[in-house]
């Protein structure tokens, strides 16, 4: 979707019922439909978030404008649920979709988001609350993923100059010694059968 001039008000009109939609509760913690909804986020997503990141960037854009004018159209309820099923739909699409996580675009959108739930504190201090958790998990999503990424270590003349170490060979605790039962041999495991009356 492209915003036209002074078309703020009528892009949020167009995105809010969708957005209700595929962040609705019953929607999401259905199991019976999970796989469906996973798909769902998926299209929506696209390829690596490509096709979500520019839209949620879009609709911040908007919602910014219309928060900003006096006489908006869209009153400021409506502006709040907008942005919280926004939130909520963001956080879905980085959890079905792992790939998003390495977007470069997400870093400077989830600050963006975060910014203007800090705007919105003031006026809608429940809300400032419940999408501070949204994105908090988030961060969370995004530190955990970044973690995993094999950092650069120095190179001389392009290559790297890490040295590769290894974990073999390892000590082995061989048994023995730890209680009356635990014998290297087999053979000289005591067995203690039960006594018959």
Do not use: W
């Amino acid at each position: 979707m492209i915003t036209h001039d002074d078309g703020a008000s009528t892009f949020l009109k167009l995105a809010r019922p969708f957005l209700l939609t595929i962040s609705h509760p019953g929607l999401l913690d259905c199991v019976a439909v999970d796989t469906a909804v996973s798909a769902i986020y998926s299209f929506i997503s696209g390829s690596n978030s490509t096709r979500a990141l520019p839209f949620f960037q879009a609709l911040l854009e908007n919602l910014n404008n219309v928060h900003a004018e006096i006489d908006a159209p869209i009153n400021s309820s409506n502006v709040e649920e907008t942005f919280t099923a926004a939130s909520i739909s963001l956080r879905e699409v980085l959890r079905r979709e792992q790939r998003a996580i390495f977007n470069d675009e997400l870093l400077d959108l989830v600050s963006s988001f975060e910014e203007f739930a800090r705007n919105l504190a003031s006026n809608a201090p429940i809300l400032a609350l419940r999408t501070n958790s949204i994105f908090a998990e988030v961060r969370g999503m995004m530190n955990r993923a970044h973690g995993l990424l094999h950092r650069q270590g120095p190179k001389v003349n392009g290559v790297s100059t890490n040295a590769a170490v290894s974990s073999y060979p390892r000590e082995i605790e061989l048994p023995g010694g730890r209680h009356d039962n635990d014998q290297m041999d087999i053979t000289e495991i005591k067995y203690f059968l039960p006594k018959v009356r």
